[in-house]
């Protein structure tokens, strides 16, 4: 249902076409937001179209690393998303220059225009961290709130899962191939992985105006999950038994250092160094209102979410095991 006149009119998204992307341009196109997808390839972000009615999805160039283009794609908009980050570097996309660099040329060109902010940073970031990964997360951070204080809200998930997601995907396919999966540290680093879809509706919140601006909100699912247990999950899902084999902090750090210089990296050091941290909501955000639960929206399990999208790693696909069948029967 379109909103009324006091609400934004035309969203400029940073990195629509992403993973989170996707899902936030549907939830605000839901609500009758014109949503200007900013991102660098918009010969890539057809798949955006049909999430909304004709003309109501617009994809625009724009590269956080040219200020330049960021201004542009701001002109004339109401309200703006900045949802770019990396997991790994790569040629000229470092964590400086898009957590940091970029994350302050959008907040600097919001606040001369006048304009509010909802940027998307990570649980974990700090600028005392290790991992180069949180610091730049929170140089971010602190460049958006510098720039636009109350205009700004921020937040931070924990892990993140849905049918495009980088890590239940990514062991579910290694598991295809591997009689062996690794558990780095052995498996004890608690996440809160939270739904994707719960995530969209957080930031179209927040782009309503329902939440407090200046604010920092964490967002977890409804449970804590070591990694082990994630594992255990997916494994279970997909029909399929592997072995949990430990893999010590050195070890892990040594094989993220390889494989870091690959590509597209299974793993790097740096997210070994990320591993160390738990990856939880903190007492402070749940002790300030500052959660999915306190904004009204009840997040989805981890349990009842990865059947709909993981079924395509079973070997008999879609279809039960017939074994299990005869065994019902």
Not at 192 to 204: G, K, L, M, N, R
Request: with cysteine; aromatic share 6%; hydrophobic share 40%.
């Amino acid at each position: 249902m379109p909103h009324s006149s006091r609400s934004p009119k035309v969203i400029t998204v940073f990195g629509a076409s992403g993973f989170l992307g996707r899902h936030v341009t549907s939830a605000l196109a839901k609500r009758g937001y014109r949503v200007r997808a900013a991102v660098r390839r918009p010969d890539l972000a057809g798949h955006l179209q049909p999430l909304g009615d004709v003309g109501q999805i617009a994809a625009v160039q724009a590269n956080l690393r040219h200020r330049w283009s960021v201004e542009r794609a701001l002109d004339g908009a109401d309200a703006a998303i900045n949802l770019v980050g990396i997991l790994f570097e790569g040629g000229k996309q470092s964590f400086n220059s898009v957590q940091e660099f970029g994350a302050k040329a959008v907040a600097q060109s919001c606040a001369e225009r006048d304009i509010p902010l909802v940027h998307i940073s990570a649980i974990g970031a700090d600028e005392n961290s290790n991992a180069e990964y949180a610091r730049t997360k929170a140089r971010g951070e602190k460049a958006v709130i510098d720039a636009l204080g109350e205009k700004a809200i921020i937040m931070r998930p924990s892990i993140i899962f849905g049918p495009e997601d980088n890590f239940f995907n990514q062991f579910a396919n290694m598991a295809r191939f591997s009689p062996v999966l690794p558990l780095i540290g052995g498996g004890e680093t608690k996440f809160q992985p939270v739904y994707v879809i719960d995530v969209a509706e957080a930031i179209a919140k927040a782009i309503d105006g329902e939440l407090k601006g200046g604010q920092t909100y964490e967002l977890g699912g409804p449970e804590v999950m070591s990694f082990k247990q994630c594992l255990e999950e997916m494994l279970e899902v997909i029909d399929r038994k592997r072995i949990l084999a430990t893999v010590p902090w050195a070890l892990a750090r040594i094989q993220g250092s390889i494989l870091g210089m690959l590509p597209n990296p299974l793993l790097t050091k740096d997210q070994v160094i990320l591993l160390e941290t738990d990856n939880v909501v903190s007492e402070n955000a749940r002790s300030g209102g500052r959660t999915l639960e306190a904004i009204g929206i009840k997040p989805s399990s981890v349990e009842a979410i990865l059947p709909t999208y993981l079924w395509r790693f079973r070997e008999t696909g879609q279809f039960r095991n017939p074994n299990a069948l005869s065994k019902d029967s």
